[in-house]
């Protein structure tokens, strides 16, 4: 009885002992955690799902559209929460290969973050951001995956806007891409974060990644009640998202196309050519009119995330690079469309505007000679018929000539340069400013160049000299880079009268931008005034209220009086009648429609000559400035002179039909109706 009373004594005990505990724990649960439970089941019961805005699309200038937005099923994949599955995911993905008709391991590899040793398609966005895997997903399939999500956890099937490129390749490096949003974007771009929906593409090249902050919008949000298994059971709140702003372009699409078929077809015309570019601006306001670059490739091929094999190819040299924009990356020696600057620089030295001057066949720089074209003397001339026939010794012996003025190899404390500070003075050896990323500065080399880059290659330069080229298997070039090496070494710091002789022509050590050489015509024939080119023109709401009118800057002016530009200008107008781009344009009516302009013959090491037709129409009033460059394309006159007439006739509808109505650009924006769609073009 005794042994029975303990027992209950013992058990009343652990029953109160037991509701202490439980007590103690509710008033914990309740009192001193209640609210965050309480939060936590609010959390549990709502989903905040911030919803992308529509993209704005890119227009040319009257409206018609160059990138614009289709809409597209999506099936994308919330990888952190499929890691967070027993088994990976694995079993999912399984389920999802079956359904989309794509292996597991390649729907692996999309989802996988792209780093060291990962290879293409990868994942380059942020880890909590979706990972679209099919974005051309039919009804049925859409379905499937809705209609069984609990076999399907982190997987959705929404319909999204995807770009398409009505033109095709016109105009890719020009128009750029999007790629998924990286930590890096969010971190470093406040306003992205702020508004990012977990679903976003940025801009990554042209105009997509200038104006990517216009044409992106403003994400909304959607807050939807759900039950345990995340199903949907009703929307709490919704606050709609702002679409992104259209940017209407100065690109005329028919222009642009043309000058895409005038690049190919120049391109094929010349055996050994392997790029090319092709630019036109408006001489009245500096816009740009088309702009391209061969070859080209289609922008679609970023759609849905790039292979690592497609991303190679855009970036081989096999390929010809084609991510890369020879109208603005390139840079090449400009031969004789460069005499523009050295005429300037002979009138800034003193030499007289209406002088006459001897046209050799070969004249002495340095101890050199330094030849003709062909080594033919055209007797004396002004300096108009030395633009009209190429001369090259009168500019030979000019620069020569301010070459020894300012020293010589021994140079004085401020040598004034010339023809290399008159070159800057046209905007070479420096970026122009297009509204466009990752565009090249082209270089003028004169004393504190050749310095510099002594200090940079000397050591190399000298080691050459001492072990020769083994590797080159042609003896007679080992020889001759063995003893360039060897000059290098020694003097490679001075700027020799060869060097001066080989600027006053575009040759040497000179580069120049198809657009930088395009700006400085335009510069020529307009006012005189250097302007930095655009491509934007406006940025156009839906409903069609301009946002914003994109100015075009004066950024500079040439130095010529307006008598010197004239005679210049001149001088251009004849070079298709009577100079050296007169076959080029035999037949022309000229009488309609005169045609001004210069042609480019630069010798490449070991390659083809780089050829170049520099251009403006009409003469009296120009409205057009045309520039085509084809690398190893040959002589100017042989490849991109009949490359710019192809571009005139297409503008002019001279056996085709007319691009530009009445030849004339519009001066107005497009007309937009209330609906957003293009009233007038």
């Not at 807050?223 to 199903?231: F, S």
């Not at 050519?273 to 092709?278: E, L």
């Not at 890369?324 to 840079?331: D, E, F, K, L, M």
Request: hydrophobic share 40%; aromatic share 6%.
């Amino acid at each position: 009885m005794i042994r029975m009373r303990a027992r209950l004594l013992v058990l009343h005990v652990l029953v109160l002992t037991l509701l202490a505990v439980l007590t103690v724990r509710l008033w914990q649960v309740q009192v001193v955690r209640g609210q965050e439970f309480v939060t936590r089941a609010t959390e549990t019961r709502t989903r905040a799902v911030l919803v992308p805005a529509v993209r704005g699309q890119i227009l040319d200038s009257r409206g018609r559209p160059l990138v614009r937005n289709k809409t597209a099923l999506v099936v994308s994949v919330d990888r952190a929460r499929l890691t967070r599955l027993p088994d990976g995911g694995k079993e999912v993905l399984g389920k999802l290969s079956a359904v989309l008709g794509k292996p597991v391991a390649q729907l692996q590899q999309r989802i996988t973050p792209c780093g060291p040793g990962v290879s293409k398609p990868c994942w380059t966005g942020s880890p909590y951001q979706p990972v679209p895997l099919d974005e051309k997903v039919d009804t049925r399939e859409a379905l499937q995956i809705l209609e069984r999500q609990e076999e399907f956890p982190g997987v959705t099937a929404e319909i999204h806007s995807v770009r398409q490129y009505p033109g095709g390749r016109a105009g890719a490096q020009m128009l750029g891409y999007l790629q998924p949003v990286t930590e890096a974007e969010l971190e470093k771009r406040e306003g992205l974060k702020a508004s990012f929906s977990g679903v976003d593409l940025v801009g990554r090249d042209g105009l997509e990644y200038v104006y990517d902050d216009a044409l992106r919008g403003k994400s909304g949000l959607r807050r939807v009640q759900v039950d345990r298994m995340g199903k949907a059971l009703g929307l709490e709140e919704q606050i709609t998202p702002v679409p992104g702003d259209h940017l209407v372009t100065s690109i005329d699409s028919r222009v642009q196309d043309v000058v895409e078929k005038a690049l190919a077809k120049a391109m094929k015309s010349a055996p050994a050519a392997d790029g090319g570019a092709g630019v036109v601006l408006d001489a009245r306001t500096g816009r740009v009119v088309a702009i391209a670059s061969a070859p080209g490739y289609d922008p679609a091929i970023w759609a849905g995330g790039i292979s690592t094999r497609g991303y190679q190819w855009l970036l081989s040299d096999k390929s010809g690079k084609p991510l890369v924009s020879r109208a603005i990356n390139g840079q090449f020696a400009p031969g004789s469309t460069f005499k523009i600057s050295s005429v300037t620089a002979m009138l800034r030295s003193g030499y007289p505007l209406n002088g006459t001057y001897g046209c050799p066949g070969s004249v002495m720089v340095g101890g050199r000679a330094f030849n003709n074209f062909r080594g033919i003397g055209l007797g004396s001339m002004n300096l108009h018929t030395a633009l009209v026939k190429s001369c090259d010794t009168i500019f030979y012996q000019a620069a020569y000539t301010q070459y020894l003025k300012d020293g010589g190899r021994n140079p004085k404390k401020a040598p004034k340069e010339v023809f290399a500070n008159t070159a800057r003075a046209f905007g070479f050896g420096e970026r122009t400013g297009v509204d466009l990323p990752g565009e090249s500065s082209g270089r003028i080399p004169d004393r504190a160049w050749k310095k510099d880059l002594w200090n940079r290659t000397s050591a190399i330069n000298c080691e050459r000299s001492r072990k020769g080229y083994p590797e080159v298997k042609d003896k007679a070039r080992a020889d001759f880079l063995k003893r360039l090496a060897l000059e290098n070494c020694t003097e490679g710091f001075l700027l020799r009268p060869g060097d001066s002789a080989n600027f006053s022509i575009g040759q040497g050590d000179v580069l120049v931008t198809p657009m930088q050489l395009a700006r400085a015509y335009m510069a020529l024939v307009s006012d005189g005034k250097l302007r930095s080119p655009r491509i934007g023109w406006a940025q156009v709401r839906p409903d069609g209220k301009v946002v914003k009118t994109i100015e075009v800057p004066v950024v500079g002016k040439l130095p010529l009086s307006e008598k010197e530009r004239l005679y210049i200008k001149n001088a251009l107008s004849q070079v298709p009648q009577d100079g050296t781009a007169a076959g080029a344009f035999a037949g022309w009516p000229m009488d309609k429609i005169r045609i001004g302009g210069k042609t480019g013959t630069a010798e490449v090491w070991g390659k083809q000559d780089t050829s170049w037709f520099a251009s403006f129409a009409p003469t009296n009033k120009p409205q057009y400035v045309v520039v085509v460059m084809v690398s190893q394309g040959g002589m100017g006159a042989q490849t991109a002179a009949p490359a710019v007439r192809e571009i005139y006739e297409g503008i002019y509808g001279i056996k085709q039909p007319q691009a530009v109505p009445g030849g004339r650009l519009t001066t107005r924006l497009p007309r937009f109706s209330p609906d957003g769609t293009v009233a007038r073009g």
